[in-house]
């Protein structure tokens, strides 16, 4: 079997048994150490392009009232705790926002995210239960900007895995291609005329090299387009080579009338957002863009990993038996 490839016996996930070793063994293997090699060296960029540019670390919240509604259908991660609902994080995008109405003006989290998917995710090679991303969000900043920002950030990161982590990528066999910027700017409704409702798969395979898709519909907080109804000023990077998407971000939506429409017209539950809506009314959100870029989908396209299980010890597939 090849480097970095998925035996589908469990292997990362453990099972009854065998399983119990092979999830041992996996953590130790040759493969994983050159997959946590690249991993160290993108988080060293990433901590020292936060710094220089002067975007401050907070800590990861866990649970919450409120976390992100996401724009899919995922299972209940909420958990009582004395009579009180709590809800195991999503996304720290609402968190995020409330941390510049406190009057931060650039920040960042390395944030573990809890996605109970369904488990016919599991088979995607991209889904996992659990996951971090590297969640950052700036005062004032506009779409492009972050935009910007972010392809930069993504070139340095690879750029600094071939120069520095060769003896990994080729342990793995991977030939990683450094990122040529800028990167190509695609509508997401121009890619679903072109190639249907699996526009994303169709792109992806198809490119050399990651690309953006902008204009998704989803969640309340992504802003739409005050001039363009139903236009919305949010973008993902879609890396090449089938590897799909590994970033999403967007402007935000600060403005209480317009939270409380798009919210009104997904037919959301207001009750569990009533602090966060209070602050809204109150003027004290501001105007912000940012975005989120999966770690382990990160690893995953610059290993040439099969299945992002490979990326990850302790690794929690939807719908596989789970040990550890």
């Known amino acids: 079997m ?10 990362g996930i453990g099972e009854s048994g065998e399983g119990l070793e092979e999830t ?28 220089s540019e002067g975007v401050v670390q907070l800590m990861p919240i866990m649970i919450s009232p409120i976390t ?3 724009n899919h259908s995922v299972f209940d991660a909420s958990i009582d705790y004395c009579g009180t609902k709590l809800e195991l994080t999503k996304s ?12 931060l003006d650039a920040i960042y989290i390395v944030s573990p995210n809890v996605r109970l998917e369904k488990p016919e995710k599991g088979e995607s090679g991209r889904h996992l239960l659990e996951f971090v991303q590297v969640d950052y969000e700036m005062k004032g ?16 990161i690879v750029e600094a895995v071939r120069t520095r982590r060769g003896q990994e990528l080729g342990a793995l066999g991977r030939e990683l291609r450094a990122v040529e910027l800028p990167l190509k700017v695609f509508d997401s409704h121009e890619l679903e005329r072109e190639y249907g409702a699996d526009w994303e798969t169709a792109v992806s395979e198809a490119s050399r090299m990651p690309v953006w898709v902008t204009n998704h519909e989803r969640e309340f907080y992504d802003r739409e387009d005050p001039a363009r109804p139903f236009t919305y000023r949010n973008y993902d990077i879609i890396y090449p080579e089938g590897f799909g998407e590994g970033l999403s971000g967007a402007e935000r939506e600060w403005e209480y009338g317009r939270i409380l429409e798009r919210m009104e017209r997904k037919g959301m539950d207001l009750g ?6 209070e602050v809204a009314r109150k003027g004290l959100l501001v105007p912000s863009a940012g975005a989120g870029i999966g770690v382990e ?24 038996p789970l040990v550890f």
């Open 2 to 11: 090849g480097a970095g490839a998925y035996s589908g016996r469990g292997d």
């Open 24 to 51: 041992l063994r996996k953590i130790g293997s040759a493969e994983m150490r050159s997959a946590l090699g690249v991993l160290g060296e993108a988080m060293r960029v990433v901590h020292g392009r936060m710094y």
């Open 68 to 70: 992100d509604p996401l």
């Open 92 to 103: 720290m995008i609402l968190h995020k926002q409330l941390a510049l109405a406190g009057g």
């Open 141 to 156: 900043r506009s779409m492009e900007q972050v935009m910007r920002f972010s392809e930069e950030l993504l070139a340095e």
């Open 272 to 277: 569990p957002y009533a602090a966060y809506l």
């Open 297 to 320: 989908r990160l690893v995953r396209y610059c290993c040439g990993l099969k299945h992002i299980a490979d990326a990850r010890p302790f690794a929690k597939v939807p719908g596989r």
